[in-house]
């Protein structure tokens, strides 16, 4: 398979709890996206990645949210004690951007769900 | 900055029956557009997509969409629906140029098609 994968796809955990949420993009693409999308709404945009760097951080990372990704390829997205409003599903996606051409168009994993309780 | 509005949070519809989903967008850039389709508890699916020439896209499980410039508008219409069909649908727009590199997306659309 060689589609975007996150892991793992749903997470309970008691408020005040860390959690970390792992996604694999498609091999060859240099961007990599975290989304956020709460019930009944589209997706928000959190942040994203060129290769390593981390380029754009919404407002709505607030500082217990810290994503990374280390070597270009897969990236990590942690929250620090969990609040009951971090319900939600966390979609990762990638896309390749090559020069001055970026259509935006993004491949999208099944998303972790995330309950605390 | 961009933006996206959905007019209908819900549309029901009856199977074999044609449906349009509405998008209009906000940018004061050129853009491009996309429709993405998510079924219960899975990540989005790429429908379609306009980058540039014909105002007419066709897309996959035989949707297609119009891009209205001038309106600003870009509907998703199906002549005849699927029972399979039902799905949440998402407009998504995205600047052109270096200065964008996010897509934003609209609060979504719920397709029902009943028998």
């Known amino acids: 398979d060689t589609g975007v994968s996150q892991d793992p796809r749903h997470k309970i955990t008691k408020r005040g709890q860390n959690v970390t949420f792992r996604c694999d993009p498609i091999s060859e693409h240099n961007r990599l996206y975290w989304y956020r999308q709460t019930l009944g709404q589209g997706p928000e945009f959190l942040t994203y990645?060129?290769?390593?760097?981390?380029?754009?951080k919404s407002r709505l990372l607030s500082d217990r949210f810290s994503a990374e990704r280390p070597k270009g390829s897969f990236s990590t997205l942690e929250i620090q004690r969990t609040e009951q409003g971090d319900s939600a599903m966390y979609l990762c996606?990638?896309?390749?951007?090559?020069?001055?051409?970026?259509?935006?168009?993004?491949?999208f994993g099944e998303g972790s769900r995330l309950t605390v309780l | 900055a961009q933006s996206v509005t959905q007019l209908d949070s819900q549309v029901p519809v009856f199977e074999e029956a044609p449906v349009e989903l509405r998008c209009n967008y906000s940018?004061?850039?050129?853009?491009?557009l996309f429709w993405y389709v998510q079924y219960p508890n899975q990540g989005l699916q790429l429908l379609l997509k306009?980058?540039?020439?014909?105002?007419l896209v066709k897309g996959i499980n035989g949707f297609e969409a119009e891009f209205n410039k001038s309106q600003t508008s870009f509907h998703l219409r199906k002549p005849s629906v699927h029972i399979s069909d039902t799905a949440e649908y998402f407009c998504a727009v995205k600047g052109r140029g270096s200065g964008f590199q996010k897509l934003v997306f609209g609060t979504g659309t719920r397709l029902l098609v009943s028998p």
């Open positions: 306009y980058l540039s020439g014909s105002t």
């Open positions: 990645f060129q290769n390593e760097a981390q380029l754009e």
């Open positions: 996606a990638s896309s390749l951007s090559s020069g001055t051409t970026n259509t935006g168009e993004l491949f």
């Open positions: 940018s004061s850039v050129s853009v491009y």
